[in-house]
């Protein structure tokens, strides 16, 4: 089992940057993707960004692409959700999960293919 805990959330200003971190423990991540989802307040949960942990390759959901950056730390098992020119609509709890490498065109976007979850950080962005 992997072991995720989430931390950087807070209460920012439109516009405004955060970074979000997620460090993993429990076993080798070599066959895993890690990923972040967020979910908004009434709303479904949905994908942000993925990143595998062996092979580096990124994967972004299309509401945040372009503002948003995943990248891992290898040394501290950790990965990082670099988010920039927040907005109000980003307001979510933001998850981060592990799961094993699938396939397909689209496998890292269904949340079933993930099998661990940190507790959540809340972001909130106000206007």
């Known amino acids: 089992q992997v072991q995720l805990a989430e931390s950087g959330g807070g209460s920012v200003q439109a516009g405004d940057s955060l970074r979000l971190s997620c460090r993993a423990s429990g076993r080798s991540l070599s066959d895993y993707i890690l990923a972040w989802f967020r979910q908004p307040p009434g709303a479904e949960r949905e994908f942000v960004a993925g990143?595998?942990?062996?092979?580096?390759?990124?994967y972004y959901g299309v509401s945040v692409k372009g503002r948003v950056t995943i990248s891992r730390d290898k040394a501290k098992n950790t990965v990082y959700l670099q988010m920039n020119r927040l907005k109000p609509e980003d307001t979510a709890v933001y998850y981060c999960?592990?799961?094993?490498?699938?396939?397909?065109?689209?496998?890292?976007?269904?949340?079933?293919?993930?099998?661990?979850w940190g507790q959540g950080t809340q972001v909130t962005v106000s206007s």
């Open positions: 999960a592990a799961g094993l490498l699938g396939y397909g065109s689209t496998w890292y976007l269904d949340l079933h293919e993930y099998d661990s």
């Open positions: 990143i595998t942990w062996s092979g580096g390759s990124t």
